[in-house]
């Protein structure tokens, strides 16, 4: 969930792949304008930083997005974007999470993205293939498409899908002033946005416009789950056919007006002209000031019920099947919550009091479930472990997987320590390196979202794995999943196994107080 920086190596391996050929290197007319790309030496095209939105800038600010400009003559695509503002999660002395490697600005002027796909030597691209566009993950206060070389997934596939990786702005501002006269959950209408864009301009890339999947990790499959409930599930038109989600991020979702964060402009006649006049170092300054005081491992400013966009709790439209989408492919990791705790608090852990700190609206007696439900869970301070990685990302899936029930497969990633984000290197290992040096668990690991990508059914394999039968998520086929470990003799173990019923009667637990804990 943590933000991910682009890191020295990143910024080496790409330098290493790219050609510098500008002669050669392809043009694509967008109609607003002109991007040329440039050939790596793998024969994949990267188009790094196209504007796919004007900047939200001056009377733009916290509003939603808005065509870009007309701008003449060929611009170059070539250099990795400008990332938005950044903040972190609350946090106390003892967050692991703050090394910072910032290669790349930090800036209100971001709605960009990155296109790969495969080409011959000149850049002509593949005609007519399947699309994946990846929502990086950060708790919507961090991350960037920087960090993401789409040549890591297009090589997983065997060259049979077009990537695209896209920013939006982090930090969701609510309340009523921000309704009347702005755009609440402005990122996610920056990724619908983006995703229109995708709609209208990939086949340009070599993509097929009807064969769209969007993939995320942490608040990136927090903002695919918010896609796919996105006005009531009627998206029109349709932006993808297949939702993928790594570690669904769903924290409490309250209704626009419930929570507003206090801001110097609360004395102005017009809140939204001072906000929008403000230097945006300034807001930025209170934005990590006010995130960073939040409770440990919870984020500020995400995704609110605005009434149009996002029309209700998520878990609602979920139980309603109401989803945009034509079929799902949901992960997990063993200890999804374990980072999000204070690990220092052993001594003093309770789930029923932590429960309380999570959910300030859930009841007394609600609470006193939660302490029993967990009770039988290990020590205290791995129960209040559990608490936080079923409640906000574990359950958030079965919810989706219930959505979307006889189209939808489950996975694991057991890897010990099987932490969240842990499986983050197996399919973006520019990124970082997989711990688990096993060519065969690899590819049968990253393998699983590319081909759900390219078919919507990760048993249609882009080439042989280890991966057995992966039956459908649903009472028919007995919630099977497949589980990704290893050995502690080091084997890669890939198998199938069933959901483990006291999970999920945990998880109706989380459902039935939905109203509570703002999910």
């Known amino acids: 969930m943590f933000s991910r920086w ?94 910072r490697a910032a290669q790349v600005i930090s800036t209100e002027d971001c709605l960009f993205l990155n296109v790969f796909h495969p080409s011959d030597a000149a850049g002509a691209p593949v005609k007519d293939l399947p699309v994946l566009v990846w929502i990086h993950g950060g708790g919507y206060l961090g991350g960037q498409a920087s960090a993401y070389n789409g040549e890591d997934v297009i090589n997983q596939s065997n060259r049979g899908l077009v990537v695209v990786t896209l920013q939006y702005r982090l930090g969701f501002l609510p309340g009523s002033k921000v ?24 086949a340009k890339f070599g993509g097929n416009p009807n064969k769209v999947t969007i993939w995320g990790e942490s608040a990136g499959a927090g903002s695919v789950l918010q896609q796919v409930v996105a006005n009531n599930g009627r998206t029109k038109p349709q932006l993808f056919r297949g939702a993928i989600t790594s570690s669904t991020f769903l924290p409490s979702q309250y209704r626009y007006n419930d929570r507003i964060p206090e801001a110097n402009c609360t004395a102005a006649v017009d809140t939204m002209a001072c906000l929008r006049t403000t230097d945006a170092n300034v807001l930025q300054t209170a934005n ?128 010990p320590p099987g932490l969240h984000a842990n499986d983050v290197a197996y399919y973006w290992p520019t990124l970082s390196t997989p711990s688990f040096q096993n060519k065969a668990f690899i590819d049968a690991f990253a393998q699983s979202f590319t081909s759900f990508a390219i078919s919507l059914d990760p048993n249609v394999k882009v080439s042989p794995t280890i991966t057995p039968k992966w039956d459908k998520w649903d009472i028919a086929h007995g919630r099977a999943e497949m589980n990704f470990n290893r050995t502690v003799e080091g084997a890669p173990v890939v198998e199938a196994v069933r959901t483990d019923g006291g999970l999920l009667e945990r998880c109706r637990f989380w459902e039935s107080v939905g109203s509570m804990t703002g999910q």
């Not at 095209?45 to 701008?71: C, E, K, M, S, W």
């Not at 309704?179 to 990939?202: P, S």
């Not at 609206?361 to 129960?383: D, F, I, K, M, W």
Request: aromatic content about 10%; some cysteine.
């Open 179 to 202: 309704k009347a006269n702005g755009a609440l959950n402005a990122g996610l209408l920056d990724q619908d946005f983006a995703l229109r864009w995708v709609n209208k301009h990939i």
């Open 288 to 415: 990590t000031q006010i995130n960073n005081g939040g409770f440990f491992g919870t984020f500020l400013f995400v995704p609110v019920v605005d009434g149009s966009f996002i029309t209700q709790r998520p878990t609602l439209s979920l139980l309603q099947r109401k989803v945009n989408g034509a079929a799902l492919l949901s992960v997990t990791n063993t200890h999804e919550g374990d980072v999000f705790v204070d690990q220092s608090t052993g001594a003093t852990a309770n789930a029923t009091k932590y429960a309380l700190d999570l959910f300030p609206n859930l009841r007394a007696a609600s609470a006193r479930e939660v302490g029993r439900l967990y009770a039988g869970l290990g020590t205290p301070l791995e129960q209040v472990n559990y608490v936080q990685g079923e409640s906000i990302f574990v359950c958030p899936t079965y919810f989706m997987l219930d959505a979307f029930r006889g189209r939808s497969f489950k996975g694991e990633f057991a890897i």
């Open 6 to 99: 682009m890191s020295p190596r990143l910024l080496l391996v790409a330098a290493a792949i790219l050609s510098a050929n500008a002669d050669s290197a392809p043009i694509v007319d967008l109609g607003y304008a002109q991007y040329q790309g440039i050939v790596s030496t793998s024969n994949i095209t990267h188009f790094l930083g196209i504007r796919y939105a004007a900047a939200p800038l001056g009377d733009l600010r916290f509003r939603a997005p808005q065509p870009p400009a007309n701008v003449t003559g060929v611009q170059q695509a070539t250099v990795q974007p400008n990332q938005c503002f950044q903040a972190s999660n609350g946090r106390s002395p003892t967050n692991p999470f703050e090394t």
